[in-house]
């Protein structure tokens, strides 16, 4: 590409910048993008923005693909195309977009992994003590993490964010904060409700004056989302789990556990906050899974013949 090619990219590059406050990593992703499309630009003798149609974007996706570049990062290496085009247009460099509607290859469909319920009651065994000596608080504090993770089925957002006054343990609910800051009142099982009121007595003695949040750290302060995936990953190690532990994983095994049980789809989207129920339709092929498990170990017509 030509030097006012190169000027227009760095421009759009300050613009966006400025304009979208991104992150130093996202203005760095953009500008490789940018950089490996002139790369593919020079390679096929297309001297100036302006020579791209959509045949050429449609080509350099393919060309990503083929360099084993993740559908993932083929659609944002479109979205900074399409992006850069925009800015293109807007300066009268211009005159359309040839990345409008160039879809980057489908993801594979991964279904989220779940532990079944005799694994979940496992892992939410309190952890063993030496006789007579007194819990200690943290441990307190995690079980309550987790149990409340897989009784309301909370993001990991959603937990480190609440506040005292969302819990209300009388009721056995709990205000959720969600995404697009929508807000939705969740169930909160007899067992997290329990181990939320053992975890409220040490809390009161670490929480920093003036602190509201329902879990703290050590220092007094909120618990943030790294600390909790750490103190997960901990307590798989030191308890034998045989999984890694993380916060979505309760979530995943909250959902599935209660479409199994209850069959209501929409009942099992409200309480996981999700806008669209193609979202939580993912569980569904979960739930099959399971049947398809038990229809195979159990049909005599089912069993896979070993010769």
């Not at 800051?181 to 409700?193: C, D, E, L, N, Y």
Request: charged share 25%.
């Amino acid at each position: 590409m030509n030097r006012p090619a190169d000027a227009a990219r760095g421009d759009f590059l300050q613009r966006l910048t400025q304009e979208r406050n991104l992150s130093a990593h996202t203005r760095a992703a953009y500008e490789r993008d940018l950089a490996a499309l002139a790369t593919w630009c020079d390679r096929q003798g297309l001297a100036a923005w302006t020579d791209l149609d959509h045949g050429h974007v449609r080509a350099f996706a393919a060309r990503s693909h083929a360099a084993g570049l993740s559908p993932a990062s083929i659609q944002r290496r479109l979205s900074a195309v399409r992006s850069f085009y925009l800015f293109l247009q807007r300066e009268g460099l211009c005159a359309g977009n040839p990345a409008v509607d160039v879809r980057a290859p489908k993801r594979p469909r991964r279904l989220p992994r779940t532990l079944d319920a005799d694994q979940m009651a496992r892992v939410l065994e309190p952890p063993r003590q030496a006789p007579g000596s007194a819990p200690e608080p943290l441990a307190i504090r995690d079980l309550a993490i987790m149990e409340l993770l897989y009784s309301s089925g909370l993001r990991l957002a959603e937990l480190v964010s609440l506040d005292l006054d969302a819990l209300d343990l009388a009721d056995r609910t709990v205000r959720v904060t969600g995404k697009g800051r929508k807000t939705r009142i969740v169930p909160v099982g007899s067992k997290a409700a329990a181990a939320l009121r053992r975890w409220l007595g040490p809390r009161a003695q670490l929480a920093a004056r003036g602190q509201n949040a329902v879990f703290v750290g050590r220092n007094g302060r909120r618990l943030g989302p790294r600390a909790v995936q750490r103190r997960l990953a901990a307590v798989a190690r030191t308890g034998g789990v045989p999984v890694k532990l993380h916060p979505h994983l309760f979530r995943h095994s909250f959902a599935t556990h209660l479409l199994e049980s209850s069959q209501d789809l929409r009942g099992v989207q409200e309480l996981l906050g999700h806008a669209d129920i193609s979202t939580t339709q993912v569980y569904t092929h979960l739930d099959f899974q399971h049947l398809a498990r038990i229809y195979d170990e159990a049909h005599p017509r089912a069993r896979r013949s070993r010769r």
